[in-house]
């Protein structure tokens, strides 16, 4: 039915948008080939930012946070996008020595992005 739809629509934006990701790459096995990298790149650097965050490492999170803002912007990931803005709007105005409840909540929402992007990757491939 159409709400079926509407809703699968919804949850693929909501990880990453792959027509406007292929659209970007040139040609599809690239694009395949790349997704697999940004995926795992994705991971590794959501690691490096919990390490970041655990020893209140603002320059080094500051780091990982712009790699994975450009891997969100070629993967047309919206909601990772959104989190890269509230950590760097964090991590300018305020650092990681305080609101750590907060630094949870958005680790927490950026390795379940993160996922998604993995999971919706596996899919496709």
Known sequence: S???????SADKEYSFNFERYLKNQGSAELAIYMLDEY???NKLLVEK???AVAVH??????DVIRALLINARI???KSLQDLCQQW???LTTQGLDSCEKLQMVLLSKTKQAV???SQHAVSIV
């Open 115 to 117: 996922d998604d992007i």
């Open 88 to 90: 760097h709007t964090l």
């Open 39 to 41: 995926t795992a790149e």
């Open 49 to 51: 930012l919990s390490q």
């Open 75 to 77: 993967l047309s990931a």
């Open 57 to 62: 490492d603002g320059k080094k999170a500051d």
């Open 2 to 8: 159409e709400d079926q739809f509407s809703l699968l």
